[in-house]
């Protein structure tokens, strides 16, 4: 799954991208709004290949990244310059052997790109397993170090698509009614903005769906 956020935050950080590169999830599926490979060409990119669990465009080779012992990471292991893998883990049954994975894959000095969804609605393709804060994804990838001035958010719900700093506390619910809320559900939550800002039902805020993108290297 490729967004207009995702390819943003490829193009912002061009100059940290250097080939070859390797794509985690790349299989395009018809509701993708954006192509991951596609973009990476368009920058002037040539060595990408992609790898997911499921045949289809945009995979060169099927892997299951959770198996660190498997032909492709055997065959690879420090060889890619950089690793893409953007919203990808919150949809595997062991994140952290997924990270190993790409640990490995990765060439010392080289550079992971990622991004994990924070709040979001339960989807399935075909899993919908884990959610991460900013923190947890340093500890999902323990092996690399993070550049904290990179890290970004994005809120998926905004009508117009935009990457903003990462800080805390992170957004709410912004004012304006949202395309998939109901009139009736609108009103409350303005009365409960209004009236209850310590917490009717226990509840002190509302997060939009929220995405979290970040930079890391393997020294």
């Known amino acids: 799954m490729a967004t207009g956020n995702q390819?943003?935050?490829?193009i912002l950080n061009k100059a940290?991208?250097?080939?070859?590169?390797?794509?985690?999830?790349?299989?395009?599926?018809?509701?993708?709004k954006e192509n991951i490979k596609t973009s990476?060409?368009?920058?002037?990119?040539?060595?990408?290949?992609?790898?997911?669990i499921i045949e289809g465009e945009g995979v060169d080779h099927i892997v299951d990244i959770t198996d660190i012992n498997s032909d492709f990471i055997k065959n690879h292991t420090g060889h890619?310059?950089?690793?893409?893998?953007?919203?990808?883990?919150?949809?595997?049954?062991?994140?952290f052997k997924a990270a190993e994975s790409l640990a490995l894959l990765l060439k010392k000095e080289g550079t992971a790109i990622l991004s994990e969804c924070y709040v979001r609605k339960i989807t399935k393709m075909p899993l919908d397993?884990?959610?991460f804060t900013y923190d947890g994804t340093k500890e999902l990838f323990s092996q690399l170090t993070f550049d904290d001035s990179k890290a970004m958010i994005s809120l998926t719900r905004e009508k117009n698509e935009k990457l903003l700093q990462l800080k805390y506390p992170l957004p709410q619910l912004l004012a304006q009614k949202h395309s998939d809320e109901s009139g009736i559900g609108f009103l409350l939550r303005r009365i409960h903005r209004k009236f209850f800002a310590d917490g009717i039902f226990k509840i002190s805020r509302l997060l939009p769906e929220t995405t979290i993108y970040s930079i890391a290297k393997k020294k």
């Open 80 to 95: 890619f310059s950089t690793v893409i893998c953007m919203e990808v883990l919150t949809h595997v049954r062991n994140p």
């Open 7 to 10: 390819i943003s935050y490829l």
């Open 129 to 131: 397993l884990w959610r």
């Open 40 to 52: 990476l060409e368009r920058l002037g990119f040539k060595d990408i290949t992609g790898i997911d």
């Open 16 to 32: 940290l991208i250097s080939e070859p590169i390797l794509i985690f999830g790349s299989k395009q599926y018809d509701f993708d």
